[in-house]
């Protein structure tokens, strides 16, 4: 007897006379029908118990929860919404659930009791095609840089470095292990670091990718990063991963092809292959979206949206264009824009993020071309002597899903930069290497992966989108 998955024995529409699965009760009705899921998708199969042949014992377990092995022929269904169903021979209990318990009761539950429950919450619907879609994307990208020519490149989690020169780090501390007490009465010296010298969760991976680019020519990292900002949004995480593309020769308009390709080619990725998920998550935000007073609805469903990506040119306008368009806006009918009409050399908010990308292109927009002082001093310094070749990427309903950048190459203009933001240039010195070997224009640019699977599934808060949120008072599990 072979044992299938849940996923494979919905696929097969001829019956078989002997399979074997195992999974977790989703429900069991009527004594008769037990509706049983394994993860492999978001579908469960039924499982049609004779109860008359089962001791009632038994039975009485089979409850919510519940971790169960089935024997049985595979038949077609009599029921509705489903081609095959399970004609239960054998039934065993593997892990029992006491139904007074089980916190994932077979009903809505709100995502912020679910949040308190993550270890359990990929047992609903939601979760479950949340975190298979988190894993098809993560598929989908290292698909793609591998058939575009790029090495996958292991960026180190702990570092000597601020990537952003922003200050937003976690400070590693360790016991030196050269320090410990020798008979027990010495004092440990805590202070002193494993490192000899202070150290950080790495904050991004770009200054390693730059070096490895500047050898291999197109690198990409993947992996998490870490964030002190104390920002309690629904756009922000203290770990969060990454994806940093970086290539040698290419400029910024290179740069900034490479992010719409591969933005395209992800999201086409998932329409294409995890359909189910997309469907199920479509008809659940459709379903909200009707709750909601007609102004607030969104005018495309989520498969709609992404197919929008794939299908439309992401406008690129530069920051003072952008500026521009914003101080001859009214964002609602009568008020301009508070600041921002006066200050140019100033960030964009999120509310001007959102009207630009929502209201005025209503596409993805690409804002290039930034003031030098509201962005890191890696930034390639353009002609004009204050603006750099940054570019943020803003997607609707997200803001901003990727910020990258040409990267200075030259030696002198680099060090002045470091000079002028206080950079102590014997910390970078590998980096500054990189200026006086051999140095090439380069680019790249760092997607914020929670961010795309925000947008991919239509979830509204970061936190629901990662397996175990972390942010301010929050590491519970
Ligand atoms: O714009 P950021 O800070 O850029 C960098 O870190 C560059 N070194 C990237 C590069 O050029 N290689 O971050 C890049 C992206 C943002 O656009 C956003 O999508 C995401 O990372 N991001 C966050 N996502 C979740 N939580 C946070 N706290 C985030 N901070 C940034
Ligand atoms: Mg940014």
Redesign the pocket.
Known sequence: MRHYSVSELLSKDIAFPEVEVKGWVRTFRANRFIALNDGSTLNNIQCVVDFENFDEALLKRVTTGAAIHITGELVESQGKGQKVEIQVKTLEVLGDSDPEEYPIQPKKHSFEFLRENAHLRTRTNTFSAVMRLRSALSYAVHKYFNEHGFYYMHAPIITGSD??GAGEMFKVTSLDVNNLPKNGSDKVDYSKDFFGKETNLT????LE?ETYAMSLGKVYTFGP?F?A?N?NTS????E?W?I?P?VAFMDLAGNMDLAEDFLKFVIKYVLDNNRDDLEFLDKRQQDEDKKKPQAERSDMTLIEKLKFITDNHFKRVSYTEAIDILRNSKPNKKKKFKYIVNDWGCDLQSEHERFLVEKHFKCPVIIFDYPANIK?FYMRLNDDGKTVRAM?ILFPGIG??????QREERLEVLKQKMAALNIPEDELWWYLDLRKYGTAIHS?????F??LVMFVTGMCN?RDVIPFPRTPQNAEF
């Not at 756009?235 to 203290?238: F, P």
Request: aromatic share 6%; no cysteine.
């Open positions: 990537a952003e904050v991004s991976g770009q990718a990063t964030r900002e920002s756009r922000h995480l203290a969060f990454m940093e970086e890191a943020d901003e899903i990727v910020g990258g950048a790249g640019f760092g997607l914020g929670e961010r970061i």
